[in-house]
């Protein structure tokens, strides 16, 4: 299993994502799944992957070789796509073809899906977040919601749609990430740490990477603490049924 | 979809399940699945159940008549198995014998599973708690986590690993079950209100009901704004992150 999480607030876009792979509970290693893709001058793309590893990363040498884009007759990289749109696209073409190669492995009885999130900007545009499916269609973040999920998105999504709001500066943006995750891997052991968080500020481009939070990152560990503390306190202060 | 809950604690036995059922989001309607099916002086079994309505409701006929029992020969209802612990294996054959029978309905592409939540006590033993699975085979509650669930069960999941223990007050055990239905009626709309509640308390035996708890019940709308509020409040003290 995975998590992976993008939230596109007003000041810019944060990326969240675990890095535990599984195959069955007895095989666990770790994995990086955040990575940025492309990052010269004029653009910056990274790419969340959940589901088939090898389906990933069939899609990505397939997109660094090129993908034929149907519409325009060209090889489409994520270094060429005019949008963070059509990188997503070129994205769902990648992984659709490297998933129907592997079909014919399907009386194996393995699932070969594979999702992904995308997140960057093209030039001068704002920051914009896209989640590609197995099938290679694709949805875009808007305001409403400000956040798409991929993988073991069920533990984490009440303190999202709680919590998170377009309006969010980044720095809660993060904290309210970092609990998702929190109680994510307390309920799904498929999900661990280290974290790798990406953040993307409107505007202000240029040096971003992905930092690394570990097991033993003091702030992550106080947050998960003083939450935990919280939750508690916050019981004990609802008076008792009457039921 | 559904969201049921059994809790097991020191004290007793705290049941709690929503009444939303749906085929399809444009087919939603209200039905009881927790339910007291049996309650003589010597008895109280009680069942809430999830997935295939027509699976559910085909079992319980079945059960009303008796469930063969391939052991004894007999056949088994809920007001002549000797424990609580038979009754789920009656109720599990049940499941099977009605999901087997509607699979000839299978090219419908339809899924007959149903899973429930057995639980009460027969004679003096003290409450008892347990899952039937799909296809028959069932799992007791026991002490280490202290409780089962079916249906919509990841978006409740995370405040009972971090909050619920065997040794938690009955009161106690009620207010995390209503928080837990509170995070997933807001994550997923195929949960909704009103809950049904029973309670048995060890060693009390006696007029038992399942106490519905309706939209606008004082309590747990108090208890879901203080939850928010403090929710929002401990997000609000934990320190900005530094990254």
Chains 1, 2 share one sequence.
Not at 108 to 118: K, P, Q, R
Request: hydrophobic fraction near 40%.
């Amino acid at each position: 299993m995975t998590y992976c999480l993008g939230m596109l607030v007003e000041d810019g876009l944060v990326m969240l994502a675990d890095t535990r792979t599984n195959a069955g509970v007895d095989n666990i290693s770790t994995y990086r799944k955040l990575r940025i893709v492309a990052n010269p001058p004029d653009r910056l793309v990274a790419i969340a992957s959940a589901g088939s590893l090898s389906t990933t990363q069939a899609a990505m040498q397939r997109l660094e070789g090129g993908v034929l884009n149907p519409e325009t007759g060209e090889l489409d990289t994520f270094l060429t796509v005019p949008s963070i749109f059509a990188a997503a696209l070129a994205a769902g073409r990648a992984i659709r073809m490297s998933r129907d190669a592997l079909s014919g492995l399907q009386q194996e009885n393995v699932n070969f899906d594979a999702t992904l999130l995308i997140g960057g900007a093209v030039g001068d545009e704002p920051p914009r977040l896209f989640l590609v499916y197995a099938a290679g269609n694709v949805i875009e973040c808007g305001p409403d919601t400000p956040y798409l999920q991929i993988g073991e998105t069920k533990y984490g999504k009440p303190i999202l749609d709680r919590a998170l709001r377009h309006s969010c500066p980044i720095p809660e943006a993060i904290k309210i990430a970092l609990i998702s995750f929190d109680s994510t891997m307390r309920s799904n052991l498929a999900v661990g740490p280290p974290l790798d968080l990406l953040v993307i500020r409107n505007g202000q481009r240029g040096g971003e990477s992905v930092r690394r939070i570990t097991d033993d990152d003091e702030y992550f560990r106080d947050l998960a603490r003083r939450w935990s503390e919280a939750l508690a306190h916050a019981r004990a202060e609802i008076p008792d049924p009457t039921y």
